[in-house]
Nanobody
Framework: QVQLVESGGGLVQAGGSLRLSCAAS????????MGWFRQAPGKERVLVAT????????TYADSVKGRFTISRDNAKNTVYLQMNSLKPEDTAVYYC????????????WGQGTQVTVSS
């Protein structure tokens, strides 16, 4: 299995930027598709972005398209989420998750990092 640890969350004003990182250890990182999810208070956890094992295919939720960018560095066993033009509605706990090929499920999760966007 793979262990995931997120970092980079914090408090930022609307319009600002943050970059989240997710460091992986354990099994071969490049065997895992990765995703970022978020959960706002009182709401369900939702998918924000995904990236393929090699990094050549990415997907985004409509709410973050054009503002967020997911990327990965397999040499560093790390996946990133660059968040620009942040809005108060982006406030949530952000989680990274790993999906071992060829599974469609995400069985591996980090502990989450809080992102708070003030208006």
């Amino acid at each position: 299995q793979v262990q995931l640890v997120e970092s980079g969350g914090g408090l930022v004003q609307a319009g600002g930027s943050l970059r989240l990182s997710c460091a992986a250890s354990g099994r071969t990182f490049s065997n895992y598709g990765m995703g970022w999810f978020r959960q706002a208070p009182g709401k369900e956890r939702v998918l924000v972005a995904t990236i393929s094992r090699s990094g050549d295919v990415t997907t985004y939720a409509d709410s973050v398209k054009g503002r967020f960018t997911i990327s990965r560095d397999n040499a560093k066993n790390t996946v990133y989420l660059q968040m620009n033009s942040l809005k108060p509605e982006d406030t949530a706990v952000y989680y990274c998750a790993g999906r071992p090929f060829p599974s469609r499920e995400y069985p591996y999760w980090g502990q989450g990092t809080q992102v708070t966007v003030s208006s």
